[in-house]
């Protein structure tokens, strides 16, 4: 066998065993990312089970819009340095989604798989915050919560993209029995008195 046939062979050989480490490490760097994702998307889900993100979203949700009203309030929400999150239990929420966002522009965390968990939740409560965050921007600028704004953003447009939601095509949807739809409907165009709901009319 000639010397350059040897070269050819250990050239060819060195290529296969440098392309086989380069496989092994992509293979690695992906289970490394996938782990990290996973990490990430199980710490948010931690968060947000705990009991200060699920009282500050119900906080949002039941007391925010009414205490919103209230100068006092809003004059606290826009000073410049710390606010008291117990009396603003609304910054834990802005807090959790920000967290979420800053995850999703570093890619800590895909698109895909945040949206498909939690991207009608962004959405609901982008818009309730949003009053919330307008104000403490008066003074703090549009930097403030702008994580948030953006996780919001990549939640409209992939709601847009996937307005029936991302069931798996070709597989047969179950139906679901909903047998107090008909009753439900009928009392919701009822009128108040026919509900049992008491109205009081003003005195003339």
């Known amino acids: 066998m000639s010397a350059e046939l040897l070269t050819a ?21 992906r289970h490394m990312r996938a782990s990290n994702e996973l990490e990430a998307v199980l710490a948010l889900q931690r968060e947000f089970q705990s009991p200060q993100v699920q009282g500050a979203l119900e906080y949002v949700q039941q007391e925010l819009p009414q205490r919103l009203e209230e100068e006092r309030y809003r004059r606290e929400l826009s000073a410049i340095g710390y606010v008291s999150i117990e009396r603003h239990p609304e910054l834990a929420a802005c807090n959790w989604f920000t967290q979420m966002g800053t995850f999703l522009k570093h890619g800590l965390v895909s698109e895909a798989t945040l949206m498909d968990l939690y991207a009608r939740l962004i959405r609901y409560y ?15 600028g549009d930097g403030q ?14 709601l847009e993209r996937h ?15 909903d047998p107090w739809r008909e009753l439900d409907e009928q009392r919701e165009k009822a009128p108040l008195s026919v509900r049992g709901i008491v109205t009081l009319e003003r005195p003339r």
Request: hydrophobic fraction near 55%; glycine fraction near 4%.
């Open 9 to 29: 062979f250990a050239t060819l050989g060195t290529v296969v065993v440098i392309g086989a480490s380069a496989i092994a490490a992509l293979i690695q760097l």
């Open 126 to 140: 982008w818009m309730a915050l949003a009053p919330a965050v307008a104000v403490m921007r008066r003074k703090r």
């Open 145 to 158: 919560y702008s994580e948030f704004e953006y996780l919001a953003f990549h939640a409209n447009t992939w």
């Open 163 to 177: 307005s029936a939601g991302t069931f798996i095509r070709d597989i047969p949807r179950v139906p679901l029995p």
